[in-house]
């Protein structure tokens, strides 16, 4: 059996854009979607939606029950900041690359310029 033959260029370039297109699905189905699921399991649904509040029990259960509430949605929020953290730095890492590469250009072009 012979091997397949090598990707052609633009085999090359489909693979790798498919590649980006996939993560930033990905990307965004966790930025957008994670979070508010996050943050519906923490809500006490049953009583805050129905209003079936229980009279009979003592404010410090509900009170109680809402710590645990608040504690629950911080945790989500700092899985959000989290991924907001690393998308910030990762485009500000390219940016500083941009610049970087701008900088090295004009030192390039600005260094022929002064020998003629």
Not at 20 to 48: F, W, Y
Not at 69 to 80: D, H, M, Q, V
């Amino acid at each position: 059996m012979q091997p397949p033959p090598p990707p052609t260029p633009f085999e090359t370039n489909l693979m790798q854009s498919y590649q980006i297109l996939a993560g930033a699905r990905m990307q965004s189905a966790i930025m957008h979607q994670s979070v508010p699921m996050c943050i519906n399991k923490c809500l006490d649904t049953e009583e805050l939606y129905t209003l079936m509040r229980t009279n009979n029990a003592p404010i410090k259960y509900r009170l109680e029950k809402d710590l645990e509430e608040k504690k629950c949605i911080e945790t989500c929020g700092a899985k959000w900041d989290e991924l907001y953290r690393r998308t910030v730095m990762r485009l500000n890492q390219r940016e500083t690359q941009v610049v970087q590469f701008k900088a090295m250009e004009a030192a390039m072009n600005g260094g022929a310029a002064a020998a003629e």
